[in-house]
């Protein structure tokens, strides 16, 4: 099994920053990926940024140029620095992890999801 425990969501000004923190620990051989998701009321949840062991990053359009991705590979860790936060962005994100476990002698690829932490953009 593995554990995701997120950190950083509260309450911001519009304009404000918020950086958000998730760390993966338990069964992982490697880590393929992490990245952040949003789930806004009555509404499925939505990508909102990705990145790759080796750095690869994508983007959901409307948080280019305000968001940034980074990972800490040491330790599984995946931030989020949010800037020039709006209202639309409240929402509840949750983080996802892809990563190798040891299944006995196997190596199996799985996918794991956070409990989400609430981010709340007041203006």
């Known amino acids: 099994q593995v554990q995701l425990v997120e950190s950083g969501g509260g309450l911001v000004q519009a304009g404000g920053p918020l950086r958000l923190s998730c760390a993966a620990s338990?069964?992982?051989?490697?880590?393929?990926?992490m990245g952040w998701y949003r789930q806004f009321p009555g509404k499925q949840r939505e990508f909102v940024a990705t990145?790759?062991?080796?750095?690869?990053?994508d983007y959901l359009e409307s948080v280019k140029g305000r968001f940034t991705i980074a990972i800490d590979n040491a330790k599984n860790t995946v931030y989020l620095q949010m800037n020039v936060l709006k209202p639309e962005d409240t929402a509840v994100y949750y983080c996802?992890?892809?990563?190798?476990?040891?299944?006995?002698?196997?190596?199996?690829?799985?996918?794991?999801w956070g409990k989400g932490t609430l981010v709340t953009v007041s203006g």
């Open positions: 338990g069964n992982i051989f490697s880590v393929s990926s």
């Open positions: 996802l992890a892809r990563v190798l476990s040891t299944v006995g002698p196997d190596l199996v690829g799985m996918e794991y």
């Open positions: 990145i790759t062991s080796s750095g690869s990053k």
